[in-house]
C-alpha cells in the first residue's frame, strides 16, 4: 500500500481530511511541529514525521517514500506582529514541498489554497475560479501570502508537477480546535459577545464536505486546474440568524456601519503592536468585511461531485461541538 504525506493534520481542515483517508483505509504519514497539539491524531492508525515547512533537509526526509501528496498546512492569522512569518510558511513553505514532491516524483499534490487568494466582483455577484484578480486585491498579509504561494504552484505545474489546487471558503463544523476565525465568530455569539453586525456576508461550507472535496480532487481532479470547495453564501446577518434558531439565543438586531469596528480595530491593533499583545478584532478581518466574500462553487460540484450538505446541519454540529468542549457554558 502506497503511503499518503499529509501537511496541516492538526489543524481544521486537515484534520477532518485526515479522519476521511484513515475511514477510507488509506495509509498516511502526518507532518507534525513539534510544538503543535496532536490532539487531531490521538487513536489514529497514522505515521508521525515531525519536520518543519521552512526546513526543506527535515521535509524531505518525511516524504520519502509517499506517492501522494495533500498540502493543507498554512500560517492562518489575520494578525501577526512579524509578517516574514507568514511568507515563510505560506509561500517558501509551499515552494519546498512542491520541490521535493517534484525530486521525489509523487502522482498528484493536491494544495490546499483559499478563496481569500481569488478574485471578488465589486458588485457582490457570486466569483468564481476564473474571477480576474491580482496581487493588489489581496488585503492583508496572509492573502497576499496565499495569492502567492498559489503562484508558486502555477510555477511547478508548468515544469510538469502534478498540482490540482483547491480553495475551500468559509469551512464550518466540529472540531475546530483553535478556533478559527468563524469558529470565534459562532463562540462569540453563543457567548452573547455579538451585540451587532455590519453588512458583509460569506460562502459558508460543511467542514466534512471540504475533505471529500480534497479526495475527490486527487482523484478527479485536473492537473493546474483550481476548484471552489464551497456551498451556500449568506449574509451576516442571515448566519447570525441561523445560529440564533440552532441555539435558542436571540441574533443581534442593530447593524453598524463599517466605519465604526474599522476604527476601533485600527486603535486596538495600533495599541497591540506596541504592547505586544494580541487584539481580539484584527483591523485586516475588519477590512475583510466590506467585501461580500460569495463564490460559486459550481465546478467542484459538477467535475468532482462535491458534496453539499446542508450548512445548517454544519452550524449545528459546530454549536453542539463547541458547548460539548466546553468553549461556551452548555445552557
Given at each position: 500500500?502506497?503511503?499518503?504525506?499529509?501537511?496541516?493534520?492538526?489543524?481544521?481542515?486537515?484534520?477532518?481530511?485526515?479522519?476521511?483517508?484513515?475511514?477510507?483505509?488509506?495509509?498516511?504519514?502526518?507532518?507534525?511541529?513539534?510544538?503543535?497539539?496532536?490532539?487531531?491524531?490521538?487513536?489514529?492508525?497514522?505515521?508521525?514525521?515531525?519536520?518543519?515547512?521552512?526546513?526543506?533537509?527535515?521535509?524531505?526526509?518525511?516524504?520519502?517514500?509517499?506517492?501522494?501528496?495533500?498540502?493543507?498546512?498554512?500560517?492562518?492569522?489575520?494578525?501577526?506582529?512579524?509578517?516574514?512569518?507568514?511568507?515563510?510558511?505560506?509561500?517558501?513553505?509551499?515552494?519546498?514541498?512542491?520541490?521535493?514532491?517534484?525530486?521525489?516524483?509523487?502522482?498528484?499534490?493536491?494544495?490546499?489554497?483559499?478563496?481569500?487568494?481569488?478574485?471578488?466582483?465589486?458588485?457582490?455577484?457570486?466569483?468564481?475560479?476564473?474571477?480576474?484578480?491580482?496581487?493588489?486585491?489581496?488585503?492583508?498579509?496572509?492573502?497576499?501570502?496565499?495569492?502567492?504561494?498559489?503562484?508558486?504552484?502555477?510555477?511547478?505545474?508548468?515544469?510538469?508537477?502534478?498540482?490540482?489546487?483547491?480553495?475551500?471558503?468559509?469551512?464550518?463544523?466540529?472540531?475546530?480546535?483553535?478556533?478559527?476565525?468563524?469558529?470565534?465568530?459562532?463562540?462569540?455569539?453563543?457567548?452573547?459577545?455579538?451585540?451587532?453586525?455590519?453588512?458583509?456576508?460569506?460562502?459558508?461550507?460543511?467542514?466534512?464536505?471540504?475533505?471529500?472535496?480534497?479526495?475527490?480532487?486527487?482523484?478527479?481532479?485536473?492537473?493546474?486546474?483550481?476548484?471552489?470547495?464551497?456551498?451556500?453564501?449568506?449574509?451576516?446577518?442571515?448566519?447570525?440568524?441561523?445560529?440564533?434558531?440552532?441555539?435558542?439565543?436571540?441574533?443581534?438586531?442593530?447593524?453598524?456601519?463599517?466605519?465604526?469596528?474599522?476604527?476601533?480595530?485600527?486603535?486596538?491593533?495600533?495599541?497591540?503592536?506596541?504592547?505586544?499583545?494580541?487584539?481580539?478584532?484584527?483591523?485586516?478581518?475588519?477590512?475583510?468585511?466590506?467585501?461580500?466574500m460569495y463564490f460559486d462553487g459550481s465546478k467542484a460540484v459538477r467535475e468532482l461531485g462535491m458534496p453539499?450538505?446542508?450548512?445548517?446541519?454544519?452550524?449545528?454540529?459546530?454549536?453542539?461541538?463547541?458547548?460539548?468542549?466546553?468553549?461556551?457554558?452548555?445552557?
Amino acid at each position: 500500500m502506497s503511503t499518503i504525506f499529509l501537511t496541516g493534520a492538526t489543524g481544521f481542515i486537515g484534520g477532518h481530511l485526515l479522519k476521511a483517508l484513515v475511514t477510507e483505509g488509506a495509509k498516511v504519514r502526518c507532518l507534525v511541529r513539534r510544538s503543535s497539539s496532536r490532539r487531531n491524531l490521538k487513536g489514529l492508525p497514522v505515521e508521525v514525521a515531525e519536520a518543519d515547512l521552512r526546513a526543506p533537509d527535515s521535509l524531505r526526509e518525511a516524504m520519502t517514500g509517499c506517492d501522494l501528496v495533500f498540502h493543507c498546512a498554512a500560517d492562518y492569522r489575520l494578525y501577526a506582529r512579524d509578517k516574514s512569518e507568514l511568507y515563510d510558511t505560506n509561500v517558501e513553505g509551499t515552494r519546498n514541498v512542491l520541490k521535493i514532491a517534484a525530486d521525489t516524483g509523487v502522482r498528484r499534490v493536491v494544495y490546499t489554497s483559499s478563496v481569500g487568494a481569488l478574485g471578488l466582483h465589486p458588485d457582490g455577484k457570486p466569483a468564481d475560479e476564473t474571477t480576474p484578480v491580482t496581487l493588489k486585491d489581496m488585503v492583508g498579509h496572509y492573502k497576499r501570502s496565499k495569492f502567492l504561494a498559489e503562484r508558486v504552484a502555477d510555477e511547478f505545474v508548468a515544469k510538469g508537477l502534478p498540482v490540482v489546487i483547491v480553495n475551500p471558503s468559509t469551512p464550518v463544523g466540529e472540531g475546530d480546535l483553535k478556533p478559527t476565525a468563524t469558529g470565534k465568530m459562532i463562540v462569540d455569539f453563543l457567548k452573547r459577545k455579538v451585540p451587532a453586525y455590519v453588512d458583509t456576508g460569506l460562502n459558508l461550507v460543511d467542514v466534512r464536505d471540504v475533505a471529500q472535496g480534497h479526495l475527490l480532487a486527487a482523484q478527479k481532479g485536473k492537473v493546474g486546474e483550481k476548484y471552489i470547495l464551497g456551498n451556500r453564501n449568506m449574509s451576516l446577518e442571515e448566519i447570525f440568524g441561523t445560529l440564533a434558531q440552532i441555539s435558542g439565543l436571540p441574533a443581534p438586531k442593530i447593524e453598524v456601519p463599517h466605519w465604526l469596528p474599522m476604527g476601533v480595530a485600527a486603535v486596538e491593533t495600533t495599541f497591540c503592536r506596541l504592547t505586544g499583545l494580541k487584539p481580539k478584532v484584527p483591523l485586516e478581518s475588519v477590512k475583510l468585511s466590506r467585501y461580500k466574500m460569495y463564490f460559486d462553487g459550481s465546478k467542484a460540484v459538477r467535475e468532482l461531485g462535491m458534496p453539499q450538505t446542508p450548512v445548517e446541519e454544519a452550524l449545528r454540529r459546530a454549536v453542539d461541538w463547541f458547548r460539548q468542549n466546553n468553549y461556551v457554558p452548555r445552557k
